[in-house]
């Protein structure tokens, strides 16, 4: 089992505040011989007739010696975790959760966009002091 992202109880506690159901902690992901682990699975109910959104939540904090290399690692793992969902969960959408001050600092920035924009990288900003969530990015 992974060890989970410093945030990872804020984010668990953002997502049920904002409606959702957390169905995974985490979502395992076997691929071949791998298992892959994404740190939440959630979904919500929508209308009766639309059926329900299911997402993929990989929380990443920033919190090692250089946000370009915690950025580098947090892409790789998103685009390998998103090429597998493809493959066995077509139907569930990959969002990455930064804080608020990540997103500020660096995710809003032009390396940021241009990361956002040429990778298609969903985005969940959350405040992990109240725990909620501030927007969706997708």
């Known amino acids: ?14 997502l049920v505040k904002d409606g959702w159901t957390i169905t995974h902690d985490p979502l395992v992901l076997p691929y ?3 298992r892959l682990y994404v740190d939440l699975g959630a979904e919500q109910v929508l209308a009766a007739e639309r059926g329900a959104d299911r997402i993929a939540v990989e929380v990443k904090s920033f919190v090692g010696r250089s946000e370009v290399a915690d950025l580098e690692q947090a892409v790789g793992q998103f685009m390998l975790y998103r090429s597998i969902l493809k493959r066995r969960e077509p139907a569930r ?3 990455l959760a ?6 500020d600092t660096l995710m809003d920035s032009d ?7 040429d990778y298609a990288v ?4 959350f405040d992990p002091d109240r725990e909620e969530v501030t927007r969706w990015l997708r």
């Open 1 to 14: 089992m992974p060890q989970r992202d410093l945030f990872h109880a804020s984010v668990r506690s953002a």
């Open 32 to 34: 071949g011989t791998h």
């Open 93 to 95: 959408q990959l969002v």
């Open 98 to 103: 930064v804080s608020v001050d990540v997103f």
């Open 111 to 117: 390396l940021g966009r241009i990361v956002r924009d």
């Open 122 to 125: 969903s985005l969940l900003v």
